[in-house]
């Protein structure tokens, strides 16, 4: 295995989850007592990745303190991050994504299973989790083993949980297709990973299957409350300290 680098996207406003996000950026939301978006970078850790960049926005020195409690953590600032959608932390990180093979992460991530990281992965893809039924979450359609549609609504499908791998070849190609797509004023609400999907045929790119409960995403207070009913309380303290 080559060198692989981290990328996380912790830069959003996380209004889904006010009034607990009015202070305090949704990756720093502590569930069963950890903010999420460390077991998003010990993930990293646990695969042997010691280069990890987090891209922030909202409430940035509130993530100041992952600088000195994990080593090889580097904050990159995406400047648009309250006029713009997540096109604007994957811009950001323009610079560094393509040095090496990449995971991309969202940072509202609960993984509690890090052996997710011990996959062989040859190839650039996405991490999936099947789901059946009917599905209105953003979902991947297949052909012949690679992903050949990228959107929201679909049926017995893989759904999106948020972790994507690229080889450094094809991170380069999504440098280059992002950094078009966002001198267009239009795409100001894109989507990165539709800026994927409208250029699917540059790249080949897998699923790589995770099972439920390996990763959690955490949308709403709801869902918080629900997985952790403790939770509200341990994350009232807008000031308590992360370390």
């Known amino acids: 295995m080559g060198k692989e680098i981290g990328i996380i996207m912790a830069a959003g406003l996380g209004t889904r989850m006010h009034p607990l996000t009015i202070k305090r950026p949704k990756p720093l939301i502590r569930v069963f007592g950890k903010p999420m978006i460390e077991t998003v970078i010990e993930g990293l850790i646990h695969r042997g990745i010691t280069e990890i960049y987090v891209v922030v926005?909202?409430?940035?020195?509130?993530?100041?303190?992952?600088c000195t409690k994990y080593e090889g953590i580097y904050l990159l600032e995406n400047l648009d991050y309250a006029k713009k959608n997540n096109i604007s932390s994957i811009y950001a990180a323009k610079d560094v994504l393509g040095k090496a093979d990449c995971f991309i992460?969202?940072?509202?991530?609960?993984?509690?299973?890090?052996?997710?990281?011990d996959k062989k992965l040859d190839s650039s893809g996405y991490y999936g989790k099947?789901?059946?039924?009917?599905?209105?979450?953003?979902?991947?359609?297949?052909?012949?083993?690679?992903?050949?549609k990228v959107g929201k609504g679909g049926a017995d499908t893989y759904n999106m949980v948020?972790?994507?791998?690229?080889?450094?070849?094809?991170?380069?190609?999504l440098v280059d297709k992002i950094t078009q797509a966002y001198k267009i004023q239009e795409n100001a609400n894109l989507y990165w990973d539709e800026v994927i999907d409208q250029n699917?045929?540059?790249?080949?790119?897998?699923?790589?299957?995770?099972?439920?409960?390996?990763?959690?995403?955490i949308?709403?207070?709801?869902?918080?409350?629900?997985?952790?009913?403790?939770?509200?309380?341990?994350?009232?303290?807008?000031?308590?300290?992360?370390?």
Request: glycine residues 6%.
């Open 57 to 66: 926005g909202y409430l940035k020195e509130q993530f100041s303190y992952l």
């Open 200 to 217: 699917i045929d540059c790249f080949r790119l897998k699923i790589y299957p995770v099972e439920q409960g390996q990763i959690i995403e």
């Open 162 to 173: 948020g972790i994507s791998f690229f080889k450094k070849e094809d991170a380069l190609i």
């Open 219 to 243: 949308d709403t207070v709801g869902e918080l409350i629900a997985l952790d009913e403790k939770a509200v309380l341990a994350n009232a303290d807008t000031e308590e300290e992360n370390r």
């Open 105 to 117: 992460c969202e940072a509202d991530l609960l993984v509690s299973d890090f052996t997710i990281f």
């Open 130 to 148: 099947m789901v059946k039924g009917y599905s209105d979450d953003w979902i991947f359609e297949l052909k012949n083993g690679y992903i050949s």
